[in-house]
């Protein structure tokens, strides 16, 4: 029989502000432990929790952003437990109200436009930090400056049909949450977090079949391994008459299989209850309209105008508008740059290497888009050949020094002289008798071994072009 998989993700992302959801401690990462909490983060009696208006403005951005409708009545919730790294037993959240709910995210499969719901999307405090490490077996260490970092729950419907779907969901995802520019979504620092469920089908059924929960996933491709595992340990389950029991499990990623953390007999009831501390109040309509009017153009908008306006290919403009800042980089190149052709080219290959290679976002990239600008307009000047030319940008990667100093000081400006470069040729057919025979007796790809031969004694800044003409001229009078 053929299965499907029903897939639902839900996503955490701490809000990039100044202070915390309800007090006024910083909430920048990285602080010493226990360095950022007062009395109300800490949970101690007789505080009070203020809402933080920017994490309200955040959420409501965010939910326009994905097309979710507005809750006008905001209300917040406790839902109580009790662990360690929760001081006050119950974390301040949105149960039956959240502030947002019924939106979606279009995602590209395979070149067609698949439409995601989401179900809700609510605010809420994250939980303090246990620290295992450093500490001897027996006791662990807890940090609260995580405590009250606002968070935004994202919920999507089970609308996702395979692991590489929920790859492309979480990736758009991000690439709005960025563009947005209201979380780092830095999966590694925790700021972004995604649990995962999943069951399966067969082919054509409308009833859901049991659910599994995937936890601890730390990249999106982990959470795309993790779901193909478990595909296939609940189709063999399926497929041998097995029960599939209800339960959570964790993704271990140095073993690439999932482990049993715990099964339904034993989740958790959290008693929600209205958060007396807060008083629900009403979002104005004015107040969403102008959120609304002053939203950022968002990842499917940006593609769409680079698509129309710089020749660009469908999977070109993808890759650069799948990062708001390398789209950036790319507009104001092509800004003082009309070869855009030639622009992408390098952006998408050595500009990128470049990146990837020294793990920097294209924001921080050492080299402007002007100073790039630059390079090419040498290199199209024929100063210096292209191969020359992206040893000049590794240059400026590892300098930070302008493509101009970087040929001057290095002496690689181009031999465009024909005197100078019909003396190295030359030279060149007097050390090489056996190709240059071979050449005349038709062998023609003697004359590419004899050309190279002369580019290794100009050390590779020989014109290329002006080389080659004058070879084969000397090679027909040879
Ligand atoms: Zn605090």
Redesign the pocket.
Known sequence: MNYEPVIGLEVHVQLKTES?I????PAKFGAGPNT???????GLPGTLPVLNKKVLEYGVKTALALNCSIQPFIKFDRKNYFYPDLPKNYQISQYDLPLSYKGYIDINTDGSIRRIGITRLHLEEDAGKLLHEGSDAASSYVDFNR??IPLLEIVSEPDINSPQEAYEYLTSLKAILKYLDISDCDMEKGSLRCDANISIRPKGEKKLGTKTELKNMNSFKAVRSALEFELIRQTKAKENNLKITQETLLWDEKMQKTITMRTKEEAHDYRYFPEPDLVPFVIEEKDILSIKNNLPELPRQKYSRLLASYELSEYEANILTSDKNLAEYFEIGAQIYKNYKNLTNWMLGAFLSELNNRKIAPENSPVAARDLINLLKITDEGKINNLTAKAVLTEMFNSGKSADVIIKDKNLAQISDKGMLSKIIDETIKENPSPVSDYKNGKENALMFIMGQAMKKAKGKANPKIINELLKERMKNA
């Open positions: 915390k309800f007090c006024g401690c950022q909490t007062c009395p109300v983060c800490l405590t009250g």
